[in-house]
């Protein structure tokens, strides 16, 4: 008998309600959904890896790689015509092509082109990164002006120019098809300093995430722990791991989803934002004035204003816990 059989039985016989049965169905819903990607992306990784060790590029033929390029993002440039790239030493800091026109990251201090409607103001510029597999350090460097980046894996990091801002992707400077996918699968631990200002756009399968004076930051994380510190805007969503957040909100409009795992959230004292906050299995802890959570079977909620509300922040936990403190220091 399955879980959810289980639960349906429990609800004939009496022990929990209707209500109650179908909350716990549709938790049990979230939990495998989540369950059957991260066995599907192992599963992904490992056919690869034992179809390149195989030497049998057409395994893969049939199956789509790990989304490391999308329609919008520019071609890779070992598809050009004119042949591979030049070689570059691996593992060393990399710098972005020569951009035909150079765009300048917003300046310390300056006001915001318009009152941001998202998690980041209108015109921000981001910094858009895919990973496989691999932890990711991230910090942010007032005397760049384009984002660097070092790696430990066995290939060279390409930082170029995007419609929006940069984008960080690998390249195998020379060698097989087998190389190359070889690159994509084995991209290592990143290192990276990004310039002021410029956001962080992130889709990552498996690593832990660490951010220091980032501004914005949005993407999905299938598994593994975020911890960032300085954001003034988020939008993102985990699939199984914790979250720990500490965050100056006083405009926009902010997201956290978190499908396993635990979410701690520091508010800075002058934030302004309107909070709510459901942890469909688990509880919520808050030590924000003024802010109470209310209790249900299987969970619990919350709902009210730190300051005048400003922005809004949406956090919803589908098993685990949801702490709201304020930021000390």
Do not use: C
């Amino acid at each position: 008998m399955s879980d959810i059989e289980r639960v349906r039985q429990m609800v004939k016989d009496g022990r929990i309600t209707e209500a109650e049965g179908e909350q716990l169905i549709g938790v049990l819903g979230s939990a495998n959904a989540a369950d059957n990607e991260l066995q599907a992306a192992g599963e992904q990784i490992d056919a690869e890896a034992r179809a390149i060790e195989a030497g049998n590029p057409r395994h893969l033929a049939g199956a789509p790689l790990p989304p490391f390029e999308t329609d919008n993002q520019l071609p890779d440039a070992q598809s050009g015509a004119d042949g591979p790239p030049a070689p570059r030493s691996a593992n060393t800091p990399t710098a972005p092509a020569a951009p035909a026109a150079p765009v300048a990251p917003p300046a310390p201090g300056a006001p915001a082109a318009s009152a941001p409607t998202g998690s980041a103001p209108a015109g921000t510029r981001w910094v858009s990164l895919q990973m496989l597999a691999g932890d990711l350090d991230v910090v942010v460097d007032d005397a760049i002006d384009q984002p660097e980046v070092e790696s430990d894996g066995p290939v060279d990091v390409i930082v170029e120019r995007s419609d929006d801002g940069f984008r960080v992707r690998w390249d195998q400077p020379s060698g097989t098809f087998l190389d190359k996918m070889i690159g994509k699968l084995r991209s290592g631990n990143l290192r990276m300093r990004l310039p002021t200002g410029y956001g962080l756009d992130l889709a990552a399968t498996a690593g832990d995430v660490d951010l220091v004076g980032v501004p914005y930051l949005r993407g999905h994380l299938t598994a593994g722990d975020l911890d960032a510190t300085g954001l003034r805007g988020i939008d993102f969503t985990s699939r199984a791991g914790d979250i720990e957040v500490e965050a100056e909100l006083t405009s926009g409009s902010h997201r956290l989803s978190v499908t396993a795992g635990n979410v701690v959230l520091k508010l800075a004292p002058n934030s302004s934002v309107a909070i709510k906050a459901d942890a469909s299995i688990g509880d919520i802890s808050s030590r924000l004035p003024d802010l109470k959570t209310s209790s249900r079977s299987l969970g619990e909620s919350l709902a009210g204003n730190y300051g005048a509300g400003a922005a809004t922040l949406d956090v919803a936990v589908t098993t685990g816990s949801i702490k709201l403190d304020v930021r000390r220091g």
